[in-house]
């Protein structure tokens, strides 16, 4: 590296170090990294010993059902609890928003509900405490107020034209500075990161390779977000007078940049791309599905088709008279009708979310900021993208539970006194338990394709601001 810009960078540093400001913002930030991912991992495992308990007893209630009717076993339904993704305590996302449960049963199609923001007596409404949002909101302001006089300083106190009459080149003392303030911002990070790090390996908890791919992500991306700060904090300084109108301006881009953006940008999607409420929704689909077809009904014209083709094709005139159990039959059908429309409207729905995501998707363009908590949410599995998983997973799970039971209906129940005869609990045996598969790293940063280029644009953008930048630009 060129020895100028070293020397730069080393006396930048170096008067830093010198200032208390730097070891106060030091202590804060590794104080709050570290209380936040202890309060935020506690609170996690509470969650999810509950989830995993309530589960193991849904199990063990589903398997000590005694003989029974099949359709009965699809009303009794089955619970399905959403578990906490191992990096959730870094970024909640959407987590604390998001449903923890949803009841699988027969005809219908329910969504998550009890989410913990229901619970919180509204103060989930006032932000949630987490290492992520240390990093994302708090340390570029650090690193706004370390480094906004980089420049504006050397002009205050004299020094700028003497480093240029000795050779010192303009894009040698930014570049310099840059460095100088980018080393500032891991000062003010590495405690903290470190405590976390070293807290986390003494917990002794299971480290998967998708978890340690996603830890490295994560990385890359705040190390990319530090110093997008550290240039952007430069360039101000660069291009203002004074250290006051530096310190102003960084001020007032960091309220844009995470307070008015963020808001405006949820709002704009919200306008553009209204969701129905749930009870709207519902309607919405019980109007669709009794247009479709009813199946508790006999004169209903699409099940009487069946019914008529049916008998046709095992050429028999009466459902008695069927080699199988045809109320069955019907439930088969019906079940799938009911599952087609669901998986229709509840991907409608995801769209239109999707659709108001995508406002702030196209605006993490133009903010940094934006496109990390993104891309920080997907790479902690905690985003929207990672509760659709969950939601869809449990609709195959119940789909395919309750087509089983249809088929048992229709197997070994016979058609006539359907409803006094019983198959043995040792059957319930056959029936797995719900398991989710958390997506792979790769899926999730492939949803991620805009935050990945805004965050590697500003990078780019900024650095050949720097390199190109124009000496009488900062004289």
Partial sequence: MNPVITRIATNEIRHSLRNRSLWIA??????????????????????NAQRNEYQQRVRSNWLEQPDRHPHRASHYGYLAFRPKAPLSFFDPGVDS????????????????????????????????????????????????????????????SGTLPMLLAQGVKMRELIIGKTLGVTLMALCVTAPGALLLLVWRLLAGNEVSSDMLWRVL????????????????????????????GALTSLILLWIVFCVVLPR?????????????????????????????GDSHNPNDQHFAMLRAETLKKYNVTEVKDLPFNYGAFVMLEAEKI?????????????ATFR????????????????????????????????YAE??????????????KL??????????????????????????????????????????????????????????????????????
């Fill in 26 to 47: 030091c202590v804060s930030i590794a104080t709050l990294l570290l209380l936040s991912a202890i309060i935020a991992q506690q609170n996690q495992n509470k969650l």
């Fill in 97 to 156: 928003y998001a449903g923890t449960s949803v009841y699988l049963e027969a005809h219908r199609q329910n969504t998550a509900n009890f989410s913990e923001a229901n619970h919180s007596g509204g103060m989930l409404r006032f932000g949630e405490l987490s290492p992520a949002l240390v990093l994302q909101l708090l340390v570029p302001l650090a690193i706004f107020f370390l480094g906004f006089a980089s420049i504006t300083s050397e002009r205050e």
């Fill in 217 to 244: 992500g994560l990385i890359a991306g705040y190390s990319l977000y530090l110093l997008i700060g550290a240039a952007f904090t430069v360039l101000v300084s660069a291009w203002q007078q004074t250290s006051r």
């Fill in 264 to 292: 405006g940008a949820q709002t704009l999607g919200a306008a553009l791309a209204p969701a129905p409420a749930k009870a709207e929704f519902d309607a919405r689909l019980e109007n669709e599905l009794a247009k479709e």
């Fill in 338 to 350: 009911s599952s087609e429309i669901f998986r229709r409207h509840y991907g409608e729905l995801l």
């Fill in 355 to 386: 659709q108001q995501n995508r406002v702030s998707e196209f605006a993490s363009l133009l903010n940094p900021y934006l496109a990390m908590r993104s891309l920080s949410s997907a790479l902690a599995g905690s985003n929207l993208a990672h």
């Fill in 390 to 403: 969950f939601q869809w997973q449990a609709e195959s799970f119940r789909y395919g539970m309750v087509q």
């Fill in 406 to 475: 249809n088929q048992l209906h229709m197997d070994e129940i016979k058609f006539e006194n359907d409803r006094t005869q019983r198959i043995s609990h040792e059957r319930w045996q056959d029936f797995p338990e719900f398991t989710f598969r958390a997506p792979t790293i790769g899926w999730a940063i492939r949803q991620q394709r805009l935050a990945v280029l805004s965050l590697l644009s500003w990078s780019v953008v900024l650095l050949l601001l720097i390199w190109r930048i124009k000496p009488s630009i900062v004289k």
